[in-house]
Nanobody, 115 residues
Framework: QVQLVESGGGLVQPGGSLRLSCTAS????????MGWYRQAPGKQRELVAI???????NYADSVKGRFTISRDNAKNTVYLQMNSLKPEDTAVYYC?????????WGQGTQVTVTS
């Protein structure tokens, strides 16, 4: 069993930055593909960014060039650096861990971009 705890969400003005963190329990964090998803009110949950166990990354088109996903296996933590934030980035952001057929989710952290 893996527990994921997100932090770093909050209220920010358009153009601002936030860094989300997700820390995982367990000793095999490095084997997991880690991802960030988000869900805005009335919309489906969507993939934001993923990073594989060998640090290959992929991003949604809407965040390319603005968001950066990274991982620190020594700290069992994955990060999402979000720059040039837009109001449309407002959502609950969820951390995801996947290994083979097993998937875990965090509880989510709210990001609100508004002036």
């Amino acid at each position: 069993q893996v527990q994921l705890v997100e932090s770093g969400g909050g209220l920010v003005q358009p153009g601002g930055s936030l860094r989300l963190s997700c820390t995982a329990s367990g000793s095999i964090f490095s084997r997991y593909a880690m991802g960030w998803y988000r869900q805005a009110p009335g919309k489906q949950r969507e993939l934001v960014a993923i990073i594989t166990s060998n640090s290959f990354t992929n991003y949604a088109d809407s965040v390319k060039g603005r968001f950066t996903i990274s991982r620190d296996n020594a700290k069992n933590t994955v990060y999402l650096q979000m720059n040039s934030l837009k109001p449309e980035d407002t959502a609950v952001y969820y951390c995801n861990a996947k290994l083979l057929t097993t998937t875990y989710w965090g509880q989510g952290t709210q990001v609100t971009v508004t002036s």
